[in-house]
T-cell receptor, first 110, second 113 residues
């Protein structure tokens, strides 16, 4: 089935540093979604990107969808300890469900 | 948070026993999903439902079955639990499938001993 690959698997940063996670698909995606999961919690929806080349911002978070709609990225500017968690991208499968990447776990040290 | 309740939240069971996990929603969403989460594997789709009595398999469906006899409930059954099914199981719901956000339940931690 259609898969999305996510890198890096882990990232450890000092508070105030920037962070980026990348998501890649071998096939064109109709849309891509991003979720955040805090330690011990459940995934929570962040955003959906639909258009080629789309860029959306949520405060310190910037989401991009590639021109070919095969890749996406999430960039966090000036990380804070509240950003700790695992960030997942998800793309549609051939049916009615989402296939999730393996996630990038972010650790922020004060 | 969306109205999703998973039960039980924690369960320890023995190898070879059947186990049923329940997902209950109060949002009247059409789509319901079961994922499992394991270290290093992210979230993997087990089964999903796109309507009452309409279900389909995900990438890790072997050893699992599902049923959806009414909109609000989606049951996941491990027919004969194995240690490899020790995991955290998440139920999710969505109003319009792929085009809208998915809301996740709190998860069920299942240990098979």
């Amino acid at each position: 089935g259609q898969q999305v690959m996510q890198i890096p698997q882990y990232q450890h940063v000092q508070e105030g540093e920037d962070f980026t996670t990348y998501c890649n698909s071998s096939t064109t995606l109709s849309n891509i979604q991003w979720y955040k999961q805090r330690p011990g919690g459940h995934p929570v929806f962040l955003i959906q990107l639909v258009k080629s080349g789309e860029v959306k911002k949520q405060k310190r978070l910037t989401f991009q969808f590639g021109e070919a709609k095969k890749n996406s990225s999430l960039h966090i500017t000036a990380t804070q300890t509240t950003d700790v968690g695992t960030y997942f991208c998800a793309g549609p499968n051939s049916g009615y469900a989402l296939n999730f990447g393996k996630g990038t776990s972010l650790l922020v040290t004060p | 948070d969306a109205g999703i309740t998973q039960s039980p939240r924690h369960k320890v069971t023995e190898t070879g026993t059947p186990v049923t996990l329940r997902c209950h929603q109060t949002e009247n969403h059409r789509y319901m999903y079961w994922y499992r989460q394991d270290p290093g594997h992210g979230l993997r789709l087990i089964h999903y439902s796109y309507g009452v009595k309409d279900t389909d398999k995900g990438e890790v469906s072997d050893g699992y079955s599902v049923s959806r006899s009414k909109t609000e409930d989606f049951l996941l059954t491990l027919e004969s639990a194995t240690s490899s099914q020790t995991s955290v199981y998440f139920c999710a719901i969505s109003a319009q499938g792929l085009n809208t956000e998915a809301f996740f339940g709190q998860g069920t931690r299942l240990t098979v001993v």
